[in-house]
T-cell receptor, first 111, second 114 residues
Framework: QKEVEQNSGPLSVPEGAIASLNCTYS??????FFWYRQYSGKSPELIMF????GDKEDGRFTAQLNKASQYVSLLIRDSQPSDSATYLCAVESGGYNKLIFGAGTRLAVHP | DGGITQSPKYLFRKEGQNVTLSCEQNLNHDAMYWYRQDPGQGLRLIYY???????QKGDIAEGYSVSREKKESFPLTVTSAQKNPTAFYLC?????????????FGSGTRLTVV
């Protein structure tokens, strides 16, 4: 069974700080990696995707991928209370755009 | 605006009853998916379809059935064989194989057994 592991949290950071969210995966053949944000009671929304080793930046968000270590992370700079949500890591596995999701990390940004 | 519409938003099922969750998309996406989410857990794949008239079982297909008669529609039936159906059900779509930009999700259906 292919797996995606995340620390469930909660991860608590002060407003303005950098939040670092981590994810490991078991399928070495995975090529595509995604971060979704899910507010309580709502559906997930895509915030970042990354395919190549290294960093990818989009505004306050940076995704980092290390395929050799089977590790993907999400950094949120200048964290805001509105960033408080559960962040789901998803990994493409088995082809056909099938995504395997981690259980999510709950982030709490306090003023 | 293009998107995915799930209905109903809330659904109550009696013991032994089959219920059908609707999922419609106007994004012209080939692939569609059904996931289940339980409290504090990630999404688990129930069924997926890459093309009309074809679908495959996911990791937790037992007690569920689907159809894909139209590109736009991928309804999920929760049968009486599903012993613990209370969960948040999410439908998603993607452009299709070879183009991997992730999923677009519907707003979800919350199913409760009464």
């Amino acid at each position: 069974q292919k797996e995606v592991e995340q620390n469930s949290g909660p991860l608590s950071v002060p407003e303005g700080a950098i939040a670092s969210l981590n994810c490991t995966y078991s399928d070495r053949g995975s090529q595509s990696f995604f971060w979704y944000r899910q507010y309580s009671g709502k559906s997930p929304e895509l915030i970042m995707f990354i395919y190549s080793n290294g960093d990818k930046e989009d505004g306050r968000f940076t995704a980092q991928l290390n395929k050799a270590s089977q590790y993907v992370s999400l950094l949120i700079r200048d964290s805001q209370p509105s960033d408080s949500a559960t962040y789901l890591c998803a990994v493409e596995s088995g082809g056909y755009n099938k995504l395997i999701f981690g259980a999510g990390t709950r982030l709490a940004v306090h003023p | 605006d293009g998107g995915i519409t799930q209905s109903p938003k809330y659904l109550f099922r009696k013991e032994g009853q089959n219920v059908t969750l609707s999922c419609e998309q106007n994004l012209n996406h080939d692939a569609m998916y059904w996931y289940r989410q339980d409290p504090g857990q990630g999404l688990r794949l129930i069924y997926y379809s890459q093309i009309v008239n074809d679908f495959q079982k996911g990791d937790i297909a037992e007690g569920y059935s689907v159809s894909r008669e139209k590109k736009e529609s991928f309804p999920l039936t929760v049968t009486s064989a599903q012993k613990n159906p209370t969960a948040f059900y999410l439908c998603a779509s993607s452009i299709g194989p070879g183009v991997d930009y992730g999923y677009t999700f519907g707003s979800g259906t919350r199913l409760t057994v009464v």
